[in-house]
């Protein structure tokens, strides 16, 4: 079940009382009166100050072997809040919510960008997981799909954060590597085991293939 807007600001009302074991917190805090009259399923958040970017004369292809570690291949930009990030056409950047978030173990949510910058080609990655027990900052993949640049500014509202319910049957805990992250973070593309075996497979097989294709 989704919640609305109403619940999402009582539920952070709660967070603020330090009694509270599993809070849902967001900080900076939303207007929690304006949220809770929004008649929304979901509250806004603001970009954040950092943003990176691959280096492309250093990346030729983007492979799941040897990849170089990402500070190498990436560089990050700090913007302050009054100044601008231009995204050009066809360009790729990760950035960062301005807020930091912990969700409880018994909510998950997901990301979704606003329509009405998605209307100028400004486009976020669509329904970004959030699991239980996630802390920290979100990171946002933009892109610019349209035909003109796009001025992004730090502590501009750029997406919307919807929240549910999810069965409490044990714990949950996000283990993943992006808990706690403040900036963005390019990710190591890591194949399964299947994926593995399969990839070994595939290997042996083109090893004895007669036609040597």
């Not at 998950?108 to 900052?137: D, E, Q």
Request: aromatic share 6%; glycine share 10%; net charge positive.
């Amino acid at each position: 079940m989704i919640l609305k807007a109403d619940k999402i600001a009582g539920l952070l009302r709660v967070g603020t009382d330090d009694c509270t074991a599993d809070p849902l917190v967001i900080t900076p805090s939303p207007d929690l009166e304006k949220l809770a009259s929004s008649g929304a399923a979901s509250v806004d958040l603001r970009l954040g100050t950092w943003f990176s970017t691959l280096r492309q004369a250093r990346v030729t292809c983007l492979s799941t072997e040897g990849q170089a570690p990402a500070r190498q291949v990436a560089k990050t930009n700090y913007v302050p809040f009054g100044g601008k990030y231009v995204l050009h056409p066809r360009s790729f950047v990760l950035a960062v919510t301005l807020e930091w978030i912990r969700v409880p173990s018994n909510l998950a949510s997901y990301v979704v960008g606003k329509s009405s910058w998605g209307r100028w080609g400004l486009i976020i990655a669509t329904a970004t997981g959030v699991h239980p027990g996630f802390k920290g900052c979100l990171t946002l993949e933009l892109s610019n799909v349209g035909e003109i640049p796009i001025e992004i500014k730090p502590g501009m509202p750029v997406c919307q954060l919807f929240i549910h319910e999810v069965d409490t049957g044990s714990e949950s805990v996000d283990r993943s590597a992006f808990v706690g992250m403040r900036q963005p973070l390019f990710s190591r593309i890591e194949l399964d085991e299947l994926a593995l075996r399969l990839s070994r497979v595939g290997r042996v097989g083109r090893a004895h293939d007669p036609s040597g294709s």
